[in-house]
Nanobody, 124 residues
Framework: QVQLVESGGGLVQAGGSLRLSCAFS????????MGWFRQAPGKEREFVARISWSGSSTYYADSVKGRFTISRDNAKNTLYLQMNSLKPEDTAVYYC?????????????????WGQGTQVTVSS
């Protein structure tokens, strides 16, 4: 059974940076495409970024493009999300998700496993 554990969230001022991590265990990490999603209070969960199982292909939501970077270290079984130039509207619980196979998607229903989430709060 795959387990995902996010970390790195916290409170940061607007314009600041955070780096989220997602530790993967239970299966072979390099066999899974990965994604980051977020959910703000009172809103639906939304796609943030995705990465292929090799790390060679990435894709971002327009709202974070140019500010966030998704990456993975298959040797360390860890997914990352580097978040720069944070805005108050980035405040949300951030979730990592794993999908069997090489190709990630932007649809949350396509993912097989989810972490418990980590809170990111950006103050103005």
């Amino acid at each position: 059974q795959v387990q995902l554990v996010e970390s790195g969230g916290g409170l940061v001022q607007a314009g600041g940076s955070l780096r989220l991590s997602c530790a993967f265990s239970g299966r072979t990490f390099s066999n899974y495409a990965m994604g980051w999603f977020r959910q703000a209070p009172g809103k639906e969960r939304e796609f943030v970024a995705r990465i292929s199982w090799s790390g060679s292909s990435t894709y971002y939501a327009d709202s974070v493009k140019g500010r966030f970077t998704i990456s993975r270290d298959n040797a360390k079984n860890t997914l990352y999300l580097q978040m720069n130039s944070l805005k108050p509207e980035d405040t949300a619980v951030y979730y990592c998700a794993a999908r069997r196979g090489p190709i990630p998607t932007s649809r949350d229903v396509s993912y097989d496993y989810w972490g418990q989430g980590t809170q990111v709060t950006v103050s103005s």
